[in-house]
């Protein structure tokens, strides 16, 4: 145990002593969320946005009045016809439409209601929501001046919509992505650098000329980064939680141990690689061509995997990065338990466990 | 008398795929002896070396080192060898202290017996002021003297060095040398490879080996008799010519 505890000490020592690897391990997670925390505003100033008031009545003026008003929004341009829509998003210029309903103020007073569409271009999903409630704020409080002194009560019904994104595909969807990537470039990347580190400078043949194991050299080399990636896993959370004001639906303490599984078999991998490379670089190389490549590819993070190719979504089973961002979400997003992703859990352990037995078993022959 | 042999060895080869890097080398190490293991690079001196370390299987042969089997107690070899490779192989973002700590650490000593001992070693090697800094500072005759003793520090029954000298300077050559006697008087048998054919005089006993094949061996006196040789680089000389 006392062998341990020094071994662990160097092991510390090198990466607090490394730029490089502190760097990776601390300055890219902050990095990375920020650069999205950037991405994500709650706040608009002068959005400019089009028009569609085919009614040109007193209240449609009114709204587009206050509208116009507003620090919120400009409007850039009037449109005409329904059909010109489509045009102007495609053109970029402005990033929502408001388009009134024909006879809007007639509606308003025959009808008691009349229904306004808020088209927003949904790229950016966060701006595309922010826009949609402020809009919405605008039209409430007109709404209500407008029934102070009556006694039937007018209603506006904002209708909303959604172009290019419609399923809200939220820059929350990319935190379990940038998680795994995270998880996976410390503990394996890292790993596999560090001992094939040894490799190269010699050392490891002194430690395994000593009476420590091969097995208890390797645990040694791991286990601060096990160390290293649960304060990631920690560090990513709470920024997502506190600088993204994203929130977590699901139990924290599921998304801890689905977390420690998945830094368990990106270190097996990490040791997996370290048996098949002979020095620091390559090791970079098959971590980043063989591990950060197909999880960026194919295990979702950017390209859905439903709109693969066949062959590919068949491919992207055999990445335990897949497996591990559908866990992500589902906790994260969607606040499930453990009944809706035990089955992803029960494969992501399986290919830890042949991980592990692959590497002890390439281990015991990197030695004779 | 036979229990006073720490190694024997007995036809040991090493094959990578159709070449015989070591080929059915055969020898004998007496306890305390300084056993020089000569031959010029790529002989086929630290294959031979690995496979008595316990961190390379034979391919065919017998071998024991201190009284253990190197195919099965490699284990307990290992507890009783200290070994230095060819390539200077301390941690250089470690400091002295922190690397003499920690190879007395692997090899199980107390924390208490660490400190007494490091101390000694720093002061003997004249280390006291750089003792914190990172090994990587230091130049490379004070680097391998200090991997030589961290090799020492456990007090193994024999110690493996695989050219110790290579690339430093006569004096620190000189100097090591003068280590590698304090340790052999202090019992310790030394196994040391080399390829400067002057070091062997040094050597209690030298076995020369050429391509794999282990081709003269007897005290430096009675080689150079032998081969009626001024010095050991003349003995070399002949041997190469065949
Ligand atoms: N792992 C290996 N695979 C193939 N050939 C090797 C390997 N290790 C050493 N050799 C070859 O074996 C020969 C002896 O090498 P080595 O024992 O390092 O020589 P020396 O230490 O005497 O300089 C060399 O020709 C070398 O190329
Ligand atoms: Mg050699």
């Known amino acids: 145990m006392k062998r341990f505890i020094g071994f662990i000490k160097k092991e510390f020592y090198h990466i607090f002593r490394d730029r490089r690897s502190l760097f990776i391990l601390f300055g890219m997670p902050i990095a990375q969320i920020l650069l999205f925390g950037f991405a994500i505003t709650n706040e608009i100033n002068n959005v400019d946005i089009a028009i569609l008031n085919t009614s040109k009545d007193t209240t449609t003026e009114e709204i587009i009045n206050r509208i116009a008003a507003s620090k919120y929004f400009s409007i850039k341009q009037m449109v005409t016809r329904e059909a010109d829509i489509a045009s102007v998003f495609e053109k970029g210029n402005v990033k929502a439409v408001l388009n009134f309903e024909r006879n809007f103020s007639k509606n308003l007073i025959k009808e008691n209601k009349a229904t306004i569409q808020i088209i927003t271009d949904a790229t950016d999903p966060n701006t595309a929501n922010t826009i949609t409630n402020y809009v919405n704020a605008i039209l409430q409080h007109y709404q209500k001046e407008l029934n102070k002194d009556v006694h039937v009560a007018y209603q506006i019904i904002p209708q909303t919509r959604m172009v290019y994104n419609p399923e809200l595909k939220s820059v929350y969807m990319f935190v379990p992505g940038v998680m795994t990537i995270i998880l996976m470039l410390v503990s394996a990347m890292m790993t596999s650098i560090s001992i094939t580190r040894e490799k190269e400078l010699g050392t490891m043949e002194i430690l395994l000329v000593s009476p420590l194991k091969p097995f208890q050299v390797i645990i040694g080399k791991v286990i601060p980064y096990i160390f290293l990636s649960i304060i990631n896993a920690i560090v990513i959370v709470m920024l997502s939680i506190f600088i993204l004001n994203m929130p977590i639906q699901g139990s924290l303490l599921l998304l801890g141990l689905e977390s420690v599984l998945f830094i368990i078999t990106s270190l097996a991998l990490g040791i997996l690689i370290s048996t098949i490379s002979a020095t620091q670089q390559t090791a970079m190389m098959i971590s980043l061509m063989g591990l950060m490549l197909p999880v960026i590819l194919l295990s979702g993070f950017i390209f859905p995997i439903s709109s693969m190719p066949m062959p590919l979504q068949i491919l992207s089973n055999i990445i335990p990065a897949k497996w591990f961002i559908i866990i992500l979400k589902a906790i994260m997003l969607k606040g499930v338990g453990l009944e809706f992703i035990w089955k992803e859990t029960l494969i992501l352990l399986g290919m830890t466990v042949f991980f592990i037995a692959l590497s002890v078993k390439k281990y015991k022959i990197r030695l004779e | ?242």
């Not at chain 2, 031959?39 to 024991?64: E, Q, Y």
């Not at chain 2, 692997?106 to 090697?125: D, F, H, N, V």
């Not at chain 2, 007897?218 to 003995?235: C, G, I, R, Y």
Request: proline share 2%.
């Open chain 2, 1 to 242: 008398m036979s229990h006073d042999e720490v190694i024997k060895v007995e036809g040991l080869t090493k094959m990578f795929g159709d070449f015989a890097a070591v080929n059915a080398i055969s020898f004998e190490v007496k306890k305390g002896e300084i056993f020089g293991f000569l031959g010029a690079n790529g002989a086929g001196k630290t294959t031979a070396m690995k496979m008595l370390i316990g961190i390379s299987h034979p391919s065919s042969g017998r071998a024991t080192v201190a009284g253990f089997d190197v195919y099965t107690q490699a284990e307990d070899i290992k507890k009783n060898i200290g070994y230095m490779s060819q390539k200077f192989a301390l941690y250089d973002d470690l400091t002295v202290k922190e690397n003499i700590n920690f190879f007395g650490g692997i090899y199980g000593l107390t924390r208490k017996r660490i400190k007494e001992k490091s101390e000694a070693l720093i002061q003997e090697l004249g280390l006291e002021n750089v003792a914190n800094q990172l090994v990587g500072a230091l130049p490379l005759g004070w680097k391998q003297k200090l991997s030589f003793s961290v090799s020492l520090f456990h007090d193994p029954k024999i110690v493996f060095l695989d050219e110790p000298t290579g690339g430093v300077d006569p004096i620190t050559r000189r100097q090591f040398w003068e280590m590698i006697y304090k340790a052999a008087h202090q019992g310790t048998t030394i196994f040391v490879t080399t390829h400067y054919m002057d070091e062997a005089e040094y050597c209690d006993r030298v076995s020369i080996m050429v391509n794999g094949k282990i081709e003269a061996l007897d005290t430096p006196k009675k080689l150079k008799e032998q081969f009626q040789a001024e010095s050991m680089n003349d003995v070399f000389l002949k041997l190469a010519r065949g």
